[in-house]
């Protein structure tokens, strides 16, 4: 069987709540990270804040609804991101949100890999019907990356995010476990 | 000219009031018993529900209302005979981007197509617009639900995503649309006015019922 915590650059982990909160806590203080995965305002919460919400998640993870995952590399064992899914199993859909803190893994198909990851866990494990997602119009990197994932672009919302006062849109990818299954097939031959 | 003379809770035939907690819930619990209705208006499983679970959810509405500040929530009542026919809200408003999701219901088969939904989202929508000053609304409907569609392209609406299959209902797969109406968009259409002689308080006296070509 395939290993599904295991992808070329990265695995899937959960870090104790003492580590993740340390990291976490840094990464908020990177607003450009905020505003690529977020649409609501920056704001600073202590490490104490951070780490009852991570426990909470924790507690929630006993849930069908939530999942979290820690990311890790392989070269370095260093714990570099997170993966998160919303899950709703009437419907047989996920959300998907994910992000790297550390700068100097950016740009460097550290997010695609952890995307591929997430996506043989949704279809294989989870066994839903669809991935969603939704991302910010300034964002090109992530666009591009869910693209070579296999993502299609479903439409945009006309300017619903404001930023350093200009309009953006958000943009709603999607993609089905046909979809899915279908690329799976294609790269084996 | 300010225009602040018009009523934004009163149309030609129906008006927006507050919840009346005695007499609601059992109107509202009827309207759940009709699993087309749930499945028009909401994605969640439908369940017939009883008038003391109707009670709960207005108070865990109201507190929701007062807590978190990014909902505003109406009955729709006729003007004739106060009876409940629906409801109209605007939530999950984020108050930085000047953004929310509209949803609107009549309960009953026998009260739509009598342009109520028309008055009551005519008055949503210039709340959201003029009263909260929002930047844009979105609503999200499924495929099949076409009236609600077609109202919606009445005033302006533009289809702004096709979420591809992805709701399952009677063993099949339904696509979900997000609908969204820009601030600017509203104001330049005939749709979005009130109209003139009705809600107007002159004097402090609600003039009569005129009849108002839709």
């Known amino acids: ?189 | 000219m300010f225009d602040i003379q018009t009523q934004l809770f009163e149309s030609q035939d129906v008006r927006f009031a507050p919840i009346d907690h005695e007499k609601d819930p059992e109107v509202e619990a009827r309207w759940t018993h009709d699993s087309e209705f749930m499945r028009m208006i909401d994605t969640v499983p439908a369940r017939p529900m009883s008038a003391a679970l109707i009670r709960k959810q207005y108070e865990k509405l109201e507190k929701q209302v007062e807590e978190d500040k990014n909902l505003y929530h109406f009955m729709i009542r006729l003007k004739a005979d106060d009876r409940l026919i629906g409801k109209a809200m605007i939530h999950r408003i984020e108050w930085t981007n000047g953004n929310g999701f509209i949803r609107l219901g009549i309960g009953m088969a026998t009260d739509q197509r009598k342009g109520y939904g028309t008055q009551a989202l005519r008055m949503l929508l210039r709340f959201a617009f003029a009263e909260l000053n929002l930047y844009r609304v979105s609503a999200s409907v499924p495929e099949y639900n076409e009236g609600a569609i077609a109202l919606l392209q009445k005033f302006g609406f533009v289809q702004e995503v096709c979420r591809r299959k992805s709701l399952e209902r009677d063993g099949r797969r339904w696509d979900l649309y997000f609908f969204g109406l820009l601030n600017d968009e509203w104001r330049n259409q005939p749709q979005a006015a009130l109209p003139k002689s009705i809600g107007t308080v002159v004097s402090g006296v609600t003039p009569q019922r005129h009849e108002v070509e839709g």
């Open chain 1, 1 to 189: 069987m395939k290993d599904l915590f295991r992808g070329e650059l990265v695995r899937f982990t959960l870090e104790e709540p003492e580590t993740a909160a340390k990291a976490e806590l840094r990464w908020t203080h990177d607003t450009e990270l905020h505003r690529l995965l977020d649409g609501d305002p920056a704001q600073l919460f202590s490490e104490k804040k951070i780490r009852e919400w991570i426990e909470k998640q924790s507690a929630d993870s006993s849930m069908p609804e939530r999942y979290s995952f820690s990311v890790r590399t392989l070269a370095e064992d260093q714990y570099i991101g997170f993966l998160g899914l919303w899950v709703d199993l009437i419907h047989s859909e996920a959300w998907v949100g994910l992000g790297i803190g550390e700068r100097e893994f950016w740009s460097k198909g550290y997010g695609t890999d952890m995307m591929k990851l997430c996506l043989q866990y949704v279809f294989t494990e989870l066994c839903l019907e669809r991935l969603s997602l939704g991302v910010h119009a300034y964002n090109p990197r992530a666009i591009r990356s869910y693209e070579k994932c296999g993502f299609r672009l479903e439409g945009r919302t006309r300017g619903d995010v404001l930023r350093e006062g200009r309009r953006t849109d958000s943009l709603w990818m999607g993609i089905l476990r046909a979809e899915w299954m279908q690329m799976q097939n294609g790269d084996r031959t």
